[in-house]
């Protein structure tokens, strides 16, 4: 399957559903998302990371990768990787409006034994999030507890995508942002 090969036959769409590999005996992917993943993209390794030890324990809970365009400027492996060169206890991904560096983000963390927070920063404000660095107006930083949180903020997310109508619009609908909440995020 590819972007412009039309749509796919039934017998390639039971294949993909069933998970069987393709006929050259590659796998379909490495079980990430997309685009997070792809066959050219190794697995995460470290690099020999020189860690400091602090007597403070501290997380940071409010992290921006290079996904959140002109706003963070790392990759999600190499906040992890400060991270634990710095000794904190936990780092959160908070990205503008997504979750979209949660897989190289969880797959480093997991190499390097770092305890992991997920979240977004939601802009409220209702303009395009491609206008400006950092969209004006007032945000909210979500952060999930547990899967279910993770999930519920995830169709959140994904609801105000759509509501936007155009890509970088978002529109968060308080009343069901208010309600997937229910004990389900930190605020």
Known sequence: MG???GPPSWTEMERVLSGRLRRSGLPLGDGGDSPAWSRKRG???SEGIQRRTSSVPYAELHTHSAYSFLDGASTPEELVEEAARLDLRAIALTDHDG????VRFAEAA???GMATV???ELSLAGGSRTDHPDPPGPHLLVLARGA????RLSRQLAAAHLA???KGVLRYDYDALTEAAGGHWHI
């Open 110 to 112: 997991k190499e390097l």
């Open 148 to 151: 279910e949180g993770y999930r």
């Open 3 to 5: 972007w412009h090969n």
């Open 118 to 120: 997920f979240g977004a």
């Open 99 to 102: 979750l979209y560096g949660v």
């Open 164 to 166: 936007g109508g155009e």
């Open 43 to 45: 697995e995460y390794e």
